[in-house]
């Protein structure tokens, strides 16, 4: 392997041809632009678009569990990529060729969980990919995959560096990369959504040692901008408010900037109240301290679990005779906020909704929210009667009575006991797919989800709970549900007879150690986790009983949820009516829509006659000077391109399983690629282990 600096000067091309040839950083740029300036493949011969290579990664699960979500790297003619479990690899990028593996797993004991790529840094002397395995951000040699030594402690840094002795115990990872800037590497985190959770500080971890440069507390402590907007000792015990999607960086002015997450715990706010800074915000940070230079909050005091999903992208706004260099960030409501890059300034109107109170004990919901007047969204934002599902008879009859009692038809409508339905969803609405931006004409590319969810909140503390019960709905129902019967997918497993699967002693080490999609709960001590265990066994005793006063004293927070429920017709497709997956090109400099268009099938519904739906997605678009927008993205398993200009699907290509990641694109030796991983495991659909390469023929 030759280093990318060195490479521009051997072959005497300049650094910027090296970099149309590259896809040197998430996403494929540090702008987050999702573009590509190819254009070998183009609208008059993407039909002729066929598989150059396919690798197996290999570490995926039989049981649709495992996924691939990683957007991989390609530096002169090397890809970079990760496995279903984390194992990370470098191929020839031209033939599919294996060159190296790293397997963590040979050094750590950790659990199967995802990774959306890796990031390169490269000196005079040496070539680095970091990327993070559990609670640890690791350094590799580019060349050879092994450990770098001198980098923190043998080649890694712990993910909770920085955040207090408190959250040492809790579950802190990092599933999407950093960006680095000179000789730092900034990167956010992944926490926990529940009661008990880290807090989600930004920091910047030196490239050669790994020691940490500068800290940005999320949650401010006091004297910092923003500690009013919580209780007053939040700082010490509060977590959330997380940057988990990735960041952008403008290396121009050395700005990063950073989207976070929702406050712990997501849906109910009592010990929280305020408007919570720093979460669901987009942070302009100065990338060489970590010092503000301006925010702004999208979602205040959030109960929606409304995170801003992906990096914002550095777009240019034509306005009269000026361009007006701004940051465009979507969100999972559907939205797009536009802001002047330098000051924050928004760059459309944007209006004050009103939002309705909270019924939930102790909760304080927001008086109001902020949404954009332009552009306009790019799903649906209300379920109403006339959104449901028109199918069939059958499927718009099931929806209407399962909507009795349910509460809807309102912008942020809070959590209830009730039950409220989500719209945009908890997935959006945008998602961590990205949006893709074409600079040439001013366009961005989005794809998003248009499926409802059910949002029931349940007391811990009605009537007579046993500590353990207690214990378990504080902790535990969140994902496996109230009545332990899991979330139906497979992904959250039932817990009812699990004394006739595990033995008490394996149920222990999964609550200490966590495994797979389940985090560690260090946090607890042994006698919580003795009585959790208890309820499960159904080995408690009359005195594990209390009444439910004092349960509440026990729990502290006074709900917990049944779980993330979507809302599907009595067949199992969405609720509302079609379509339920969609890419849409949105005009930034007009502020107005180009087109949208159905993204993915159902060839069954087809069939029927119904027009076609479009599917949940997950993944994003690339679009390219050759005039297509690249995406995988759908439930049915295809990747596709489409005409950037009118949105006419222009070729597809059914994967062995779902891709769902965003596909990267470059070229070797004159010659264009599309790659795609396609690892599955999403929305019920069987897992794999393929990366595969698109060329002409």
Excluded at 215 to 222: S, V
Excluded at 275 to 281: C, D
Excluded at 480 to 509: I, M
Excluded at 588 to 613: A, S
Aim: proline share 6%; glycine share 10%.
């Amino acid at each position: 392997m030759v280093f990318s600096t060195l490479l521009a000067c051997s072959t005497g091309q300049s650094s910027d041809q090296v970099a149309e040839e590259n896809w040197p950083a998430y996403l494929g740029s540090k702008g987050s632009s999702q573009y590509s300036a190819l254009e070998q493949i183009n609208k008059e011969n993407v039909r002729n678009l066929q598989p150059a290579w396919q690798y197996r990664a290999g570490g995926h699960s039989e049981n649709g569990k495992s996924q691939i979500q990683c957007n991989p790297l390609i530096i002169d003619g090397i890809l970079y990529g990760t496995s279903p479990d984390l194992k990370a690899f470098a191929l020839n990028a031209a033939t599919g060729e294996q060159l190296w593996v790293y397997d963590p797993h040979k050094d750590f004991k950790i659990g199967v969980s995802v990774n959306r790529g890796l990031v390169h840094w490269a000196s005079a002397s040496e070539a680095r990919l970091f990327y993070s395995v559990g609670s640890y951000l690791l350094a590799l040699d580019a060349n050879t995959g092994e450990r770098i030594k001198d980098f923190g402690k043998d080649g890694k840094v712990s993910l909770k560096e920085g955040l207090g002795d408190w959250a040492q115990d809790f579950s802190v990872s990092s599933s999407t990369p950093g960006v680095i800037y000179e000789d730092k590497l900034i990167v956010g985190t992944r926490v926990s959504e529940s009661k008990d959770a880290a807090p989600g500080y930004i920091r910047a971890f030196n490239v050669v040692s790994g020691k940490v440069e500068w800290i940005f507390h999320t949650i401010p402590r006091p004297g910092e901008f923003g500690y009013d907007t919580w209780p007053k000792d939040a700082y010490k015990n509060r977590g959330g408010a997380n940057s988990w999607a990735g960041m952008t960086l403008d290396e121009s002015t050395g700005i990063v900037y950073i989207p976070t997450g929702s406050a712990a715990f997501d849906f109910w706010g009592g010990h929280r109240l305020g408007e919570n800074l720093f979460a669901n915000s987009l942070l302009a940070l100065n990338a060489a301290t970590g010092e503000r230079i301006w925010h702004y909050q999208t979602v205040r005091h959030d109960l929606w679990d409304k995170d801003l999903p992906a990096p914002p992208n550095l777009v240019q706004i034509n306005r009269g005779d000026s361009t007006i260099a701004a940051v465009a960030q979507i969100t999972k409501s559907g939205r797009v906020f536009v802001f002047d890059r330098a000051n924050g300034t928004p760059l459309f109107p944007i209006e004050e909704v009103e939002v309705p109170p909270s019924t939930l004990l102790g909760e304080e919901a927001w008086l109001s929210q902020p949404l954009p007047l332009s552009p306009p969204p790019f799903s649906r934002q209300i379920f109403t009667e006339e959104e449901v599902t028109n199918i069939s008879p059958e499927a718009t009859a099931y929806v209407t009575s399962k909507l009795k009692g349910l509460k809807y038809g309102q912008k942020f409508m809070p959590p209830s006991t009730e039950g409220t339905v989500i719209l945009p969803g908890f997935d959006g609405g945008g998602e961590w797919g990205g949006a893709a931006y074409d600079a040439s004409t001013g366009l961005l590319y989005v794809n998003a989800n248009e499926m409802p969810w059910i949002l029931t909140m349940v007391p811990t503390n009605s009537g007579k709970l046993s500590l353990g019960n207690a214990a378990y709905l504080t902790n535990c129902a969140m994902c496996h549900g109230p009545e332990k019967n899991g979330d139906g997918t497979g992904a959250y497993p039932s817990l009812v007879n699990l004394d006739s699967r595990l033995l008490r002693e394996e149920v222990a080490e999964l609550i200490s150690n966590g495994k797979g999609r389940m985090p560690a709960f260090k946090q607890l001590n042994t006698e919580v986790k003795e009585q959790i265990i208890d309820y499960l066994f159904s080995t408690e005793k009359p005195e594990d009983f209390q009444n439910s006063g004092a349960t509440a004293n026990v729990n502290e927070v006074p709900y917990t949820t049944t779980g993330y429920n979507r809302f599907f017709d009595e067949e199992g497709y969405p609720a509302i009516k079609p379509p339920w997956g969609t890419l849409s090109a949105i005009n930034l400099n007009k502020g107005t829509m180009e087109w949208t268009v159905p993204l993915g099938e159902f060839t069954e519904l087809t069939e029927r006659g119904i027009p076609q739906t479009g599917t949940e997605n997950y993944g994003g678009p690339v679009v390219t000077a050759g005039g297509l927008v690249f995406i995988a993205a759908s439930k049915d398993e295809h990747i596709r391109a489409f005409d950037k200009d009118t949105g006419e699907e222009l070729w597809k290509y059914k994967l062995p399983v779902g891709g769902y990641a965003t596909p990267a694109i470059y070229s070797v030796e004159g010659k264009q690629y599309v790659v795609i991983a396609a690892g599955g495991g999403k929305m019920g659909t069987p897992s794999g282990d393929y990366y595969i390469a698109f060329a002409l023929d």
